[in-house]
């Protein structure tokens, strides 16, 4: 199941503007491609393990919200 994580996480770089901004942040700082999308995919289990028994449907505004909320360093670029 990993793999198939790894490989929507890759995809959700094209689409979520959060995702796009982690990915080019890691590539800036010299991370491997294939690493970064381990970790992105990571992010986004996270994410999902919240909408899951809540049965929240997935708002893409809400993530980088909650970021800041919780005053994560990297919020204000995500």
Sequence with gaps: ???SFVEWAGQ???SSPWAKVY???MVAQGKD???ILRAL???W???LWVCWPTHTPYDETRYP???LHRKSPNAASA
Excluded: L, N
């Design 12 to 14: 959700t770089v094209r």
């Design 33 to 35: 491609h294939h690493a």
């Design 1 to 3: 199941m990993r793999p």
């Design 23 to 25: 990915y080019q942040r």
């Design 41 to 43: 995919a990571f992010k």
């Design 65 to 67: 919200k909650q970021r």
């Design 45 to 47: 289990i996270r994410v």
